[in-house]
């Protein structure tokens, strides 16, 4: 079956723009994280969501960052007037939700924002 | 909070020899910890995890991951490195609760010479 995808693989905006990345989970996990690598700081929580419930907003940066999810399933994470320390790896999780954690988070492949 | 420390950014083994990748958590509860592998422009592949079940977990790949309370720590080992598995490795933590986000440490790049 088809694993988590995102789109674009990569993409190269200039200071100032606004910028939106897009996961698409695996079928059925209800559960949708997205994840932020970058070089020295590793990788970082970002935002979780889980079903209907509202967003788990936690590791967002800053108020330029933001995400939704519709319908359950597509997730769009976007970043407003980017910044050349918004460049990064950014990654995508899905997963089956229970009642306890531990279930495995299936990644996807990432998109690369350069911002110039 | 929870946290993790990868001991070791970078280690260099030879082709068959022992791998160990060295990882210790702090946690406030019952944690579930995780190693997942990341080959050159891929995501991140679970190797292994312990939730709580037996303290010796094996994934795939011919790793495992001993959980040891009493030293917080969940070190990743093989016997025989092969060269397929120059990677980098990422140990995370996550609380024993629905939904909640994994804390990763920094990361340890395996290289394997022949």
């Known amino acids: 079956g088809a694993g988590v995808s995102q789109s674009p693989s990569n993409k190269v905006t200039e200071k100032g723009k606004d910028v939106e990345l897009r996961c698409d989970p695996i079928?059925?996990?209800?559960?949708l994280y997205w994840y932020r690598q970058s070089l020295g700081q590793g990788l970082e929580f970002l935002i979780y969501?889980?079903?209907?419930?509202?967003?788990?907003k936690s590791g967002l940066p800053s108020d330029r960052f933001s995400a939704e999810r519709t319908g359950g399933s597509v997730s769009t994470l976007t970043i407003q007037r980017t910044q050349q320390e918004d460049s990064a790896v950014y990654l995508c999780?899905?997963?089956?939700?229970?009642?306890?954690?531990?279930?495995?988070?299936?990644f996807g492949p990432g998109t690369r924002l350069t911002v110039l | 909070a929870q946290s993790v420390t990868q001991l070791g950014s970078h280690v260099s083994v030879s082709e068959g020899a022992l791998v160990l990748l060295r990882c210790n958590y702090s946690?406030?509860?019952?944690?579930?910890l995780f190693w997942y592998v990341q080959y050159p422009n891929q995501g991140l592949q679970l190797l292994l995890k312990y939730t709580s079940a037996a303290t010796l977990v094996k994934g795939i790949n011919g790793f495992e991951a001993e959980f040891k309370k009493s030293e917080t720590s969940f070190h990743l080992t093989k016997p025989s490195a092969h060269m397929s598995d120059a990677a980098e490795y990422f140990c995370a933590v996550s609380e024993n609760q629905a939904g909640t986000a994994l804390i990763f440490g920094k990361g340890t790049t395996l290289s394997v010479s022949s």
């Open positions: 946690s406030s509860v019952p944690p579930y």
């Open positions: 969501f889980q079903g209907n419930s509202a967003p788990d």
């Open positions: 999780a899905s997963s089956r939700h229970s009642g306890r954690g531990g279930n495995e988070q299936f």
């Open positions: 079928s059925g996990h209800t559960a």
